[in-house]
């Protein structure tokens, strides 16, 4: 059960501190259960470490995996640095795309899935690599990426079956 | 493919080897002097890219006189083609965890962080098992020292280590100015030693074996033995433990795959090698009399003949613009100019000698740049178009 | 540290302290570093690179403003790789800029312009990315417009809210080529916790962030004939115009201010210090009936301690970081908005003039001035009672282009009936100078006596310290206040928002003990203000402060209360003060905001 913000910041906060330095985990907190910082979030976290709206603001957009956009819940993150774009990322790209029927940037319209593009996530050898949260896939194919998106179109029928 | 003898392989980082508790309360007995000087001796370099001497960074940060110091481990391995630390992390974190608790020995430090790039989230939970029950030894050995694991967000720029302070204190991870250095002022304005991940784990065959065994490997300038993480056009992807110094024809020959045109050593921040300088390039901190040597975090990336340079010099600049961190001008903007220069001349809709200008402009983002990053863009930038200008037009 | 260290510049041998940055080292010995990034009132951020120079024996260039020196090192600060990279950085900068300097509103005045004209930057190589960037231009903000497209991303600005004003309105987002400075979210200035003290467009090097002009409108105004237009000059902007038009820093420039304004065309030309008298005599006996009310009543209502009211920009910030503190706050207006309701009342009935037709301009050295004209409750006059304000900056442009050789003015005086002023009211543009004016007055209405300064000058307020503290023992009272016999009355002045944090955390937290708390905005009080002559630097201001002490020093009547204009309107149409035409026109309330 997903706890409510303004609550899930009060904890966050009294897990890791108030203080300046504990800012960064308190945004993958928030970012770990709502998939992205909201206006109201960052307010939030801002009251409640005492800090300036736009200080929080300013230093979640840093950071390519605090997203300030909404996301589906389903985060794809494909590498595009030079040894997955060598190894066929690209097609594999493209097999997501028409397979989920989205473009890079852009969420589906059930809100499951956001595909984006990130950079070397450290599985060169074993390229091209995707995440999907916070799970790596490599080796990647267009047909094993097919068959891994199904598994999470497969779960979230179930899900969808079990609420009936 | 013959295996020539110049490549030789190591095995001490992976070695399976399960006396950490051993290497740990023996060494905190041990003066701090003494292993300092155990690590000067050695010879060991910095192995995320940098090459700074170990021993030196220790022995400062020791000097400084302050009540609280740091020791962090910079796990945010982002260069592309560099995969070595999630390794050494997922298969030996006891070494490492070691090694930096024997750094708290050795500086004062009672408080120990490990900072790991927001991609390896999935190494968190067997990272933080071995912590408690690193710690839990600690405590039954009374010896004061706490491990955290501190997780990034998604930053390339967070692996330079000012950066990497200023992103542990809640901040954008924009890299600071020097001076002040780390081993006197770093995390919090504390004096800290950053070491990669890698550097590390050698700390610990140094303290295990003794600064000898990792000396004696190697050559001149560049003592011991190094992960390479390799990829690419290569049959034999993956890991592997050489010692420095060795020949990169001899490399290609090893792990090429017969059609070998360039290898990117170093990463996006390193040197391209084309065929013809194979042979007079050595994989080191400092060259040979003769020929070229080149620092490396050990990520090398191999290109066959299907490969087109100027997709290869694309990607990386691309690459840099993102990551960059945009507060200093000659990086920022450079990287931009950089990015639609080379496609405006491979457009047609600047001339050949465009492409001088833009190799004035690198050199201008080497001594000028704040930081490595925009420091090192001339590297690769300058090798592929030296080497590759007929791929940069036509 | 006092150590001495020798090294070279240029092969010029020189000594300095030990730990001088190296830009200071070179300024010493008369060698001028170009900067962008630095500036004297921040700290050093050394992002830039425009200040480059070349150590002999590092193949790195090191940056001016944020190097040490250190003992033997050699510094180049003019050789061949620091010429080529300097041009370059300025090149890079130009190629992300809108360079249609022609149509910006700091062309003439521009760092960025400036250095390509020094060092000749005559082409263009580089790709320009301007049209390939979305930049954004937010004028919604009354005070303060932001164009991106002339941002050099030095973070003067962000490092200005932060430090000096401590409102964190700006910060900086995003990160490699998409890094640009921002509000929270993206939001216009107006949206935000913004208070329009327009430090930001004092220290911005370029065109990127300007005050949102009224020029136009007060020429149209002028040349309109139906119309009659009053101005009113506050009292910083006579010490500050000068520098826009050819004087050095500190030069009094009043009469020929005046005559100027006469020349522009400006139908009655009169002065803000006359409403500063004023606000003197209703703050002063609003203190008093508070100290009453608090002291003997015990009235839980009679908040002490007492704040002023007359900085704009301190109101707003007031209003979004402690909206539960609003009753600390004088309820006068300040002396801008008390002369406008006056104008289109008081003056109109006496000139016999139609208030619809009277135009209402002041010239302010404030830009949070232009936020405060705007504000829904100013029409207590029956019209919107201050109708336009121009900065000091805007008056000067104003007279450039009327053709006026201003160094060659014959001084004037202002007009009759709200042009008289005291030296009390003059101060009100240097920080502290309220609450000397008004101790000035409220000490000999309580006593009967002068304060016991030497020549009225109460000199533990002035200075430019960040928070001064200064109290004044009252003895032998009149029989009227005898309850404040003995009383330590206690104050407190705080310039610079990120000081009023400070006493206003005091006051929250329940360690403030003073009576009387004057609050400026802006770093030196409003002779600092954002209105005024960029560039600003302490010792600009400091300048600025003793031209203001000394126009005080050279008038004939120093007291508030001895003004006699006060005294007639007084008679004439207010009656008392606090009293129920006062209530009217001259005070008004506040609005809380939100604090995010």
Not at chain 1, 48 to 67: C, I, K, N, Q, R
Not at chain 3, 33 to 58: F, S, W
């Amino acid at each position: 059960m997903m706890k409510p913000i303004t609550e899930l910041i009060k904890d966050l906060a009294d897990q890791y501190g108030r203080n300046r330095h504990n800012l960064l985990p308190i945004l993958q907190g928030v970012v770990e259960q709502e998939k992205y910082l909201s206006e109201y979030s960052m307010i939030e976290i801002a009251r409640e470490l005492d800090l300036p709206a736009a200080e929080v603001f300013g230093t979640a957009t840093f950071y390519s995996f605090l997203e300030y956009k909404k996301m589906g819940r389903n985060i794809i993150r494909i590498c595009k640095t030079i040894t997955c774009s060598m190894k066929g990322e690209n097609q594999v790209l493209l097999a997501i795309q028409e397979m989920l029927k989205i473009g890079v940037g852009e969420t589906t319209p059930d809100g499951n899935f956001t595909l984006l593009q990130t950079n070397c996530l450290g599985f060169c050898h074993k390229a091209p690599a995707m995440l999907i949260n916070n799970d790596v896939y490599n080796e990647l194919t267009p047909e094993k990426v097919r068959e891994i998106l199904s598994i999470y179109l497969n779960k979230k029928r179930e899900e969808v079956a079990n609420d009936n | 493919m013959t295996t020539n003898y110049q490549l030789k392989r190591a095995d001490f980082i992976f070695k399976s080897e399960n006396d950490w508790e051993e290497i740990l309360s023996k060494n905190i007995s041990r003066p701090p002097q003494e292993l300092i000087n155990e690590l000067i001796s050695s010879e060991l370099k910095g192995r995320g890219g940098a090459g700074f001497p170990t021993g030196l960074k220790w022995k400062v940060c020791a000097e400084a006189v302050n009540d609280i110091k740091y020791v962090i481990c910079n796990a945010d391995e982002g260069e592309p083609g560099t995969f070595k630390d999630r390794e050494i992390l997922s298969k030996v974190p006891f070494k490492v965890l070691t090694a930096i608790a024997i750094c708290g020995h050795v500086t004062g430090a009672k408080e120990g962080y490990i900072y790991l790039r927001g991609e390896y989230f999935f190494l968190q939970q067997e990272l933080n098992k071995a912590i408690s029950e690193f710690e839990y030894y600690c405590k039954e050995i009374n010896f004061d020292f706490t491990i955290r694991i501190f997780m990034g967000s998604g930053a390339y720029i967070c692996g330079e280590e000012t950066a990497l302070f200023e992103s542990m204190e809640g901040k954008r991870g924009e890299p600071r100015n020097k001076p002040p250095f780390p081993s006197t002022s770093g995390y919090m304005g504390k004096p800290t030693v950053i070491n990669n991940v890698e550097t590390l784990a050698h700390t610990y065959t140094i303290f295990k074996y003794g600064s000898k065994r990792f000396y004696d490997l190697g050559v001149q300038y560049s003592r011991g033995s190094k992960l390479f993480s390799v990829s690419g056009d290569t049959p034999k992807p993956g890991i592997y433990e050489l010692e420095l110094g060795m020949s990169l024809a001899d490399f290609v020959d090893e792990f090429g795959d017969d059609d070998t045109k360039a290898v990117q050593v170093g990463g996006a921040s390193g040197f391209l090698v084309p065929r013809k300088k194979f042979n007079e390039t050595n994989i080191g901190f400092q060259g040979k009399l003769t020929g070229i040597s080149l620092p490396t975090g050990g990520s090398m990336m191999l290109f066959n003949s299907s490969r087109s340079m100027y997709n290869v010099l694309d990607n990386y600049l691309k690459f840099f613009a993102e990551e960059s961190c945009g507060q200093c001008t000659p990086c920022r903007v450079g990287c931009q100019q950089l990015m639609r220069g080379i496609k405006a001349i491979k457009r047609g809709e600047k001339n050949a000698q465009y492409l001088d200008k833009l190799l004035k402009l690198t050199e201008t983002m080497q001594y000028t740049a704040k930081c490595g990053l925009g420091q090192s863009v001339a590297n690769s930038f300058s090798s592929i178009v030296e080497n590759f200008r007929e791929e940069m037009i036509y | 540290m006092d150590k001495k260290i020798k090294i070279s510049i240029n092969g010029v041998a020189v000594e300095i302290e030990s730990g001088t940055s190296i830009l200071e080292a070179a300024r010493q010995t008369g060698v001028i570093i170009p900067t962008l990034c630095y500036h004297k009132d921040l700290c050093v951020a050394g992002n830039c690179r425009v200040c480059v120079i070349e150590v002999v024996g590092q193949k790195r260039l090191a940056t001016a403003c944020a190097t040490p020196c250190e003992e033997g090192m050699e510094i180049l600060t003019n050789s061949f790789k620091v010429r080529n990279s300097r041009k370059h950085i300025i090149e890079l900068l130009l190629s992300e800029h809108n360079a249609d300097c022609t149509r910006c509103y700091k062309n003439g005045n521009c760092e960025l312009q400036k250095l390509a004209s020094d060092y000749k930057i005559m082409s263009q190589d580089f790709i320009s990315l301007f049209p390939f960037k979305n930049y954004t231009i937010d004028m919604f903000s009354p005070s303060i417009i932001k164009d991106d497209s002339k941002c050099v991303r030095c973070q003067r600005c962000v490092r200005t809210c932060a430090e000096l004003q401590g409102v964190n309105a700006l910060t900086v987002a995003y990160k490699g080529d998409q890094m640009k400075i921002s509000t929270f979210f993206e939001k216009a200035m107006n949206d935000v916790v913004c208070t329009n003290c327009g430090q930001c467009i004092n220290h911005c090097p370029t065109g990127a962030l300007v005050e949102k002009n009224y020029i136009e409108e007060v020429w149209d105004a002028i040349a309109d004939k139906t119309k009659y237009v009053i101005v009113q000059t506050a009292p910083a902007v006579r010490v500050g115009l000068g520098e826009e038009l050819g004087f050095e820093p500190g030069t009094r420039v009043t009469g020929k201010m005046v005559a100027a304004l006469k020349r522009l065309g400006f139908d009655a030309v009169m002065d803000t210090d006359f409403t500063a008298d004023l606000t003197i005599m209703e703050e002063g006996t609003e203190l008093l009936t508070r100290l009453k009310r608090a002291l003997v009543d015990h009235d839980p209502q009679a908040k002490l301690p007492l704040a002023t009211s007359c900085s704009p920009g301190w109101i707003k910030y007031i209003e979004h970081m402690y909206p539960a503190y609003l009753d600390h706050l004088s309820s006068c207006k300040s002396p801008q908005q008390m002369f406008g309701a006056l104008a289109k009342t008081y003056y109109a009935k006496a000139r016999n003039l139609d208030p619809g037709k009277i135009v209402s301009v002041s010239i302010m050295p404030c830009t949070a001035k232009k936020f405060e004209a705007n504000r829904p409750e100013m029409h207590d006059s029956g019209y919107k009672d201050v109708d336009y304000v121009l900065t000091t900056r805007e008056l000067a442009i104003m007279i450039k282009q009327a053709g006026i050789d201003f160094m060659k003015l014959n001084d004037m005086h202002f007009d009759r009936l709200m042009g008289e002023s005291t030296g009390a009211g003059v101060i009100f543009g240097a920080t502290g100078g309220v609450m000397e004016a008004a101790l000035r007055t409220a000490y000999e209405l309580v006593t009967g006596r002068d304060v016991p300064f030497e020549n009225l000058n109460i000199t533990p307020v002035r200075g430019m310290d960040g928070i001064k503290e200064a109290s004044v023992r009252i003895e032998n009272p009149l029989k009227e206040w005898s309850f404040l016999e003995g009383v330590e009355l206690k104050c407190a002045i705080a310039h610079g928002l990120v000081n009023a944090k400070k006493v206003m955390d005091s006051i929250v937290s329940g360690q403030s003990s003073y009576h009387f708390i004057e609050f400026m905005a802006c770093p030196g009080g409003c002779l600092g203000g954002g209105g005024q002559p960029i560039p600003t630097s302490p010792e600009i201001r400091i300048k600025r402060s003793e031209a203001i002490y000394a126009e005080d020093a050279g008038m004939p009547l120093r007291k508030s209360h001895q003004n006699p204009e006060i005294i007639k309107i007084y008679k004439d149409f207010l009656e008392k003060p606090l009293g129920e035409k006062s209530h009217r026109l001259l005070h008004t309330k506040y609005t809380p905001r939100k604090r995010y």
